[in-house]
């Protein structure tokens, strides 16, 4: 085999390992952006719901005629209060420390100040936002 067959072989070898190394990786990187696309809206479905269950232990007179729109199966102020709890418990599988922290003092502890600690943490873990909003920002929540 003379020198310009062997470089041919060897060209030929590179483009086709290349192009299939990567495709391969193409495909990883895609496929992991496919996964991370599907925890963040997962998150964001889970942590709106679990917002407005939290809103809605804060006042339950305004809260429970909402939520009954879409959870028909709430009868009770009690109801709310066990599906805040389960949806605590499901989020180790998806959120992360601080978020389930501030969840568990907020189940403890429902004020205001907690409701916008665990909104805080549900941003940041979504977004990776840090925020100045306190407490005194729902204090409109709290007028009727």
């Known amino acids: 085999m003379d020198n310009l ?3 041919a072989i060897l060209i030929l070898l590179t483009a086709l390992g290349g192009g299939f190394f990567g495709a ?9 952006k496919d996964l991370q696309a599907d925890i963040h809206e997962l998150k964001r479905k889970r942590y709106g719901s679990i917002l407005i269950q939290m809103l809605t232990v804060l006042d339950p007179k305004r ?3 909402k939520v009954k729109e879409f959870r028909p199966d709430f009868e009770n102020l009690e ?9 605590m418990l499901n989020a180790i599988l998806f959120a992360n420390d601080e978020v389930i922290k501030s969840m568990s003092e907020f189940t403890k502890n429902p004020t205001h ?5 665990s909104a805080a943490t549900m941003r940041k873990d979504l977004w990776g936002r840090t925020t ?6 729902l204090g409109i929540f709290s007028k009727s």
Do not use: C, H, P
């Open 5 to 7: 067959s062997a470089q």
């Open 24 to 32: 391969y990786f193409q495909n990883r990187f895609q496929t992991k």
């Open 63 to 65: 809260g429970l005629l």
């Open 79 to 87: 109801d709310v209060k066990e599906e805040l709890k389960t949806e």
């Open 113 to 117: 100040e907690n409701y916008i600690k």
């Open 132 to 137: 100045n909003i306190d407490e005194k920002v």
